[in-house]
């Protein structure tokens, strides 16, 4: 067996997904595929009015369990955030609270909540697109995960966490630009 580097990126994520030579490509064809389908998500939220540009996808041995984005708007819940709502209906779907076979794609990074609902599932992996700042451009409001950046926080996880980066991350920054007149906040 290849044994993996851990790589740690300047923002303090940590990554093996792309440490084993020979499974790089691999790797990131299957991230691509599966974040992109996160950032449909993102599309599809705003076009039907339910809630902000964010999309998540939980997968299972490959294969994608529940597709969903924000609800926020059309539950009148501010927790409906794209990860929980992932997490409650994949928990629901594999009639179980503990998700340590599945992996999660985000369409932006996830806020500390979305992190905590990740780490409590016991989700092994996360994939996520665009970085916070694409989301407080347009006027969301992260104070609360600007506060925990350098605390450690993020690391002490039991989860690999990946930033995609190419062609995932251009498209899932987009969301933000793309979206923006269609979408208030408040």
Do not use: W
């Not at 609270?97 to 992190?115: N, Q």
């Not at 450690?152 to 995932?168: M, P, R, S, V, W």
């Amino acid at each position: 067996m290849e044994e993996a580097n851990v790589l740690e990126a300047k923002d303090g994520t940590i990554s093996v997904a792309t440490a084993f030579p020979g499974h790089q490509e691999a790797v990131q064809d299957r991230d691509h595929k599966f974040l992109t389908k996160a950032v449909e998500e993102a599309y599809k939220g705003v076009e039907c009015k339910d809630g902000g540009p964010f999309g998540a996808v939980v997968v299972r041995n490959d294969e994608v369990v529940v597709s969903c984005h924000n609800m926020v708007l059309s539950h009148t819940d501010p927790t409906a955030h794209a990860e929980v709502t992932a997490i409650r209906e994949a928990c629901k779907k594999l009639n179980k609270i503990e998700l340590s076979d599945c992996e999660i794609y985000a369409s932006c990074e996830p806020c500390p909540m979305c992190f905590g609902a990740i780490h409590l599932s016991r989700i092994k992996r996360l994939v996520y697109g665009a970085k916070a700042e694409a989301a407080i451009a347009i006027g969301f409001d992260d104070f609360i995960a600007d506060a925990l950046r350098g605390t450690g926080f993020y690391q002490k996880a039991n989860l690999e966490i990946k930033k995609a980066d190419g062609t995932g991350a251009v498209i899932a920054e987009q969301v933000f630009e793309k979206t923006k007149e269609k979408f208030t906040l408040y």
